[in-house]
């Protein structure tokens, strides 16, 4: 009987472990939100669009310029949506860190 019962737990907790990921919501397997990851695909398509028309010499400046500099001043818009990052390091930082001496 305590054979039979440990099975059924295994396989309870398995079913139950196999469906918390799928549960979950995205953020938790890639840290981000999905406001980042439209505003990041925005800037991202602007950016191309910037690199395209600053690389294509058949376009007149004239047409172009306006275009870019409005570019510009979205990216910029959309970055200042964004929260600062906080990287996390594996060692502490060199400032952090006592100096030095080498005599």
Excluded at 19 to 47: F, K, M, N, Q, V
Excluded at 69 to 95: F, K, M, N
Aim: net charge positive.
């Amino acid at each position: 009987m305590t054979c039979k019962a440990a099975v059924l737990t295994g396989l309870a907790l398995v079913a139950v472990l196999s469906a918390w990921p799928a549960s979950a919501h995205e953020t938790w397997r890639h840290g981000h939100s999905d406001h980042w990851r439209t505003t990041h695909a925005a800037i991202y398509a602007i950016e191309n669009r910037v690199a395209f028309l600053e690389a294509d010499p058949e376009i007149d400046d004239g047409y172009k310029a306006p275009i870019i500099v409005q570019g510009r001043a979205d990216i910029l818009e959309l970055r200042a949506t964004l929260h600062p990052a906080h990287w996390r390091w594996a060692s502490p930082c060199c400032y952090s860190r006592r100096p030095i001496r080498i005599r």
